[in-house]
């Protein structure tokens, strides 16, 4: 505790008054209950006063403590003045004396305490009478944070600022303006803070299990994540127990916060309910049993003729989510669709009514086969040896509706094998029907929106085969994303850094992340929601970036967006990670300023962990171990050195001779 108490040499008092104190002091003995300690003292705690009460009792008060007049104090604390009433002495000087007299002979309303009255202008002067008591205290033993804090903030009431008690005490003003904070912590807090102890220790004790006490960094944690709501911080330190002794303070506060965000959330479900006159059940699987599910109301219809029969309840989750269930038999299926299942219908009704129509505006394209030259031999035969077996199958169709090809009796596979050693004009034919298949297909894909491709095909159905897009189609065509900048022109803002996550907790999709904006993805894939559904994300992405940005995905490499977070990193020209190796030095050093690890990369801020502290070197260096290695850098070790301003850095090891 060395660095957290105010030593003697840290005080300078002024101690002029000593010389004035033979003209200023006189002996009166006075009635031991007119006498009461200083309000402002900073010691609350007076420590064990059994050998001064023994003492006490054998010889009496050898040195009486020193008084300043009640009246006087009052009116230079005005503050403390309903404190002071009733009392004839304020003691300056023997607080420990004054109390340990008042436990031995407080029941004698006529005990008398020997005192030495100050009046001298000390008695008018609070900033003087604080330096006082500070003095004394400190010569007997060491303020503790609280007490300093208290000190301080009785000073600074008395007009001094911080500046000029930094001064006066012989510390730093951010010292001073860190102890003044800890009076922001509430009561309970405050106290077990000053010793050291907590209420209910007697009862974890009994139970065989303790929390660790409370530290001045903890307890300035808590402060700074819940501000000045003192219920919110004495809650979320009281969850620090046994099984969340490890976590942070701003990890309890948030905890707090979200348990009370659930609450609201839960109240204002349950206050709807009751304005709508529809009964709360506490659990439908004990009301209805095993089959409860069955029961569910997710569609309006259902709800709404459930509500009118007077067979509607509703159940409220932690999360304040109302689910509907219907009291007596179960509900219609086709009334009981929820919004996004029946759009979800509706869209595929139209969806397939959308491919009908195209596909007959396709055949009519595909009937009319281009003229080719022969140069165009190995382009040609390129798409009849690397059809995709959807495309085979519908240029299949469409060329045999035509009568091009052998025979049609044969199977696909033969079919194509035929085509694929036919004459000139059949392989063209087969090829351009292959081609448009392709546009087709890739159009019919429900993994994804529409792009600029999509809508340049329905573009030349509408001109070549005078298609009319549905209004289902229409509404995707409006949807696609504007172009980007001309293609001469690199646009603004091309991401280096691409990565590919599935985020489980809030978008429950895919999500795309450009460089380190870690928090605001780039782009949701909103109708990609099973994590193992990585191909279809990684085609998603790759046609998103070569839409956007012109860049082509070369490949996906495993990586991680944060530590712990794994995610798919893209593999393309712009990547500067892709020079990762031309990199001379990295560096790692952690940032006191804001408690931050860095990662620099020739003087360059390449990545940071502010979830370790200062202390948590070997895990620091791991994680950043993990860092280069995402980026085919190999590490053996890191090698501890100091700076120019004498700050402890490690600096990569790359050959493996350190």
């Given at each position: 505790?060395?660095?957290?108490?105010?030593?003697?040499?840290?005080?300078?008092?002024?101690?002029?008054?000593?010389?004035?104190?033979?003209?200023?002091?006189?002996?009166?003995?006075?009635?031991?209950?007119?006498?009461?300690?200083?309000?402002?003292?900073?010691?609350?705690?007076?420590?064990?006063?059994?050998?001064?009460?023994?003492?006490?009792?054998?010889?009496?008060?050898?040195?009486?403590?020193?008084?300043?007049?009640?009246?006087?104090?009052?009116?230079?604390?005005?503050?403390?003045?309903?404190?002071?009433?009733?009392?004839?002495?304020?003691?300056?000087?023997?607080?420990?004396?004054r109390t340990a007299a008042g436990r031995i002979y407080g029941d004698d309303p006529d005990a008398t305490l020997d005192v030495l009255v100050r009046e001298d202008g000390i008695a008018d002067d609070p900033l003087a009478q604080l330096d006082v008591m500070t003095a004394e205290n400190v010569a007997?033993?060491?303020?503790?944070?609280?007490?300093?804090?208290?000190?301080?903030?009785?000073?600074?009431?008395?007009?001094?600022?911080?500046?000029?008690?930094?001064?006066?005490?012989?510390?730093?003003?951010?010292?001073?303006?860190?102890?003044?904070?800890?009076?922001?912590?509430?009561?309970?807090?405050?106290?077990?803070?000053?010793?050291?102890?907590?209420?209910?220790?007697?009862?974890?004790?009994?139970?065989?299990?303790?929390?660790?006490?409370?530290?001045?960094?903890?307890?300035?944690?808590?402060?700074?994540?819940?501000?000045?709501?003192?219920?919110?911080?004495?809650?979320?330190?009281?969850?620090?127990?046994?099984?969340?002794?490890?976590?942070?303070?701003?990890?309890?506060?948030?905890?707090?916060?979200?348990?009370?965000?659930?609450?609201?959330?839960?109240?204002?479900?349950?206050?709807?309910?009751?304005?709508?006159?529809?009964?709360?059940?506490?659990?439908?699987?004990?009301?209805?049993?095993?089959?409860?599910?069955?029961?569910?109301?997710?569609?309006?219809?259902?709800?709404?003729?459930?509500?009118?029969?007077?067979?509607?309840?509703?159940?409220?989750?932690?999360?304040?989510?109302?689910?509907?269930?219907?009291?007596?038999?179960?509900?219609?299926?086709?009334?009981?669709?929820?919004?996004?299942?029946?759009?979800?219908?509706?869209?595929?009704?139209?969806?397939?009514?959308?491919?009908?129509?195209?596909?007959?505006?396709?055949?009519?394209?595909?009937?009319?086969?281009?003229?080719?030259?022969?140069?165009?031999?190995?382009?040609?035969?390129?798409?009849?040896?690397?059809?995709?077996?959807?495309?085979?199958?519908?240029?299949?169709?469409?060329?045999?509706?035509?009568?091009?090809?052998?025979?049609?009796?044969?199977?696909?596979?033969?079919?194509?094998?035929?085509?694929?050693?036919?004459?000139?004009?059949?392989?063209?034919?087969?090829?351009?029907?292959?081609?448009?298949?392709?546009?087709?297909?890739q159009a019919r894909a429900t993994y994804r929106s529409w792009t600029s491709t999509d809508a340049a095909w329905l573009a030349r159905l509408t001109e070549e085969a005078g298609y009319t897009p549905s209004a289902w189609e229409q509404a995707r065509l409006d949807a696609i994303d504007p172009p980007?900048?001309?293609?001469?022109?690199?646009?603004?803002?091309?991401?280096?850094?691409?990565?590919?996550?599935?985020?489980?907790?809030?978008?429950?999709?895919?999500v795309l992340h450009y460089d380190l904006q870690v928090d605001e993805p780039a782009a949701y894939a909103e109708h990609l929601t099973d994590a193992g559904d990585v191909e279809a994300a990684q085609a998603w992405a790759a046609e998103l970036l070569a839409d956007r940005h012109r860049i082509e995905?070369?490949?996906?490499?495993?990586?991680?967006?944060?530590?712990?977070?794994?995610?798919?990193?893209?593999?393309?020209?712009?990547?500067?990670?892709?020079?990762?190796?031309?990199?001379?030095?990295?560096?790692?050093?952690?940032?006191?300023?804001?408690?931050?690890?860095?990662?620099?990369?020739?003087?360059?801020?390449?990545?940071?962990?502010?979830?370790?502290?200062?202390?948590?070197?070997?895990?620091?260096?791991?994680?950043?171990?993990?860092?280069?290695?995402?980026?085919?850098?190999?590490?053996?070790?890191?090698?501890?050195?100091?700076?120019?301003?004498?700050?402890?850095?490690?600096?990569?090891?790359?050959?493996?001779?350190?």
């Amino acid at each position: 505790m060395t660095n957290d108490v105010l030593h003697p040499a840290a005080v300078e008092v002024d101690v002029s008054w000593v010389s004035q104190a033979t003209a200023a002091v006189r002996p009166v003995s006075a009635r031991l209950a007119s006498v009461v300690t200083h309000p402002a003292n900073p010691r609350k705690i007076l420590g064990d006063l059994t050998d001064l009460e023994t003492s006490i009792r054998e010889v009496g008060v050898i040195q009486p403590p020193v008084v300043l007049p009640a009246a006087r104090v009052a009116a230079a604390w005005p503050a403390h003045a309903e404190k002071l009433a009733g009392a004839e002495w304020v003691v300056l000087v023997g607080a420990r004396r004054r109390t340990a007299a008042g436990r031995i002979y407080g029941d004698d309303p006529d005990a008398t305490l020997d005192v030495l009255v100050r009046e001298d202008g000390i008695a008018d002067d609070p900033l003087a009478q604080l330096d006082v008591m500070t003095a004394e205290n400190v010569a007997r033993a060491p303020l503790i944070p609280v007490e300093e804090a208290r000190a301080f903030a009785e000073q600074e009431a008395a007009g001094r600022t911080q500046r000029e008690i930094a001064a006066k005490v012989g510390c730093s003003q951010s010292h001073v303006s860190k102890r003044l904070k800890l009076l922001r912590l509430p009561e309970v807090m405050l106290a077990e803070l000053e010793t050291g102890q907590s209420p209910d220790d007697g009862d974890q004790e009994q139970r065989g299990r303790r929390k660790p006490a409370l530290q001045i960094k903890d307890a300035l944690a808590f402060i700074d994540a819940a501000g000045d709501d003192q219920e919110l911080m004495l809650t979320a330190y009281r969850l620090r127990d046994d099984r969340r002794h490890h976590w942070t303070p701003v990890q309890l506060v948030t905890e707090v916060r979200r348990d009370r965000e659930r609450q609201e959330q839960v109240d204002a479900a349950t206050k709807k309910l009751a304005a709508e006159g529809v009964p709360v059940i506490d659990s439908a699987m004990q009301k209805f049993g095993d089959g409860y599910w069955q029961r569910r109301l997710d569609g309006a219809k259902a709800i709404a003729k459930a509500r009118k029969d007077g067979a509607l309840v509703a159940e409220v989750n932690t999360w304040g989510q109302i689910t509907y269930y219907l009291t007596a038999g179960k509900p219609k299926a086709a009334d009981n669709r929820t919004p996004a299942e029946q759009k979800r219908i509706t869209d595929e009704r139209e969806r397939r009514k959308a491919m009908t129509a195209r596909a007959e505006a396709a055949a009519a394209l595909a009937a009319q086969a281009p003229k080719l030259p022969q140069t165009a031999a190995d382009i040609v035969d390129a798409w009849l040896w690397a059809p995709g077996n959807e495309c085979a199958q519908l240029a299949h169709k469409w060329l045999l509706a035509v009568g091009v090809g052998p025979e049609p009796s044969l199977p696909n596979y033969q079919w194509w094998e035929q085509v694929r050693r036919a004459d000139w004009p059949t392989r063209v034919h087969a090829a351009h029907a292959l081609g448009l298949a392709r546009r087709e297909v890739q159009a019919r894909a429900t993994y994804r929106s529409w792009t600029s491709t999509d809508a340049a095909w329905l573009a030349r159905l509408t001109e070549e085969a005078g298609y009319t897009p549905s209004a289902w189609e229409q509404a995707r065509l409006d949807a696609i994303d504007p172009p980007e900048a001309a293609p001469d022109v690199e646009p603004a803002g091309t991401p280096e850094r691409v990565s590919l996550v599935f985020d489980a907790d809030d978008a429950c999709c895919w999500v795309l992340h450009y460089d380190l904006q870690v928090d605001e993805p780039a782009a949701y894939a909103e109708h990609l929601t099973d994590a193992g559904d990585v191909e279809a994300a990684q085609a998603w992405a790759a046609e998103l970036l070569a839409d956007r940005h012109r860049i082509e995905a070369t490949g996906w490499t495993d990586g991680q967006l944060l530590p712990g977070r794994r995610a798919r990193i893209a593999v393309h020209a712009g990547d500067a990670m892709a020079a990762a190796g031309t990199v001379g030095e990295w560096r790692l050093l952690h940032d006191a300023v804001d408690d931050v690890w860095l990662l620099l990369a020739d003087d360059k801020p390449h990545a940071d962990h502010d979830g370790l502290g200062a202390a948590e070197v070997d895990q620091a260096c791991q994680w950043a171990s993990g860092v280069l290695a995402d980026a085919a850098v190999v590490c053996h070790g890191w090698t501890a050195r100091a700076d120019g301003n004498a700050v402890l850095e490690y600096v990569a090891d790359l050959t493996g001779e350190c």
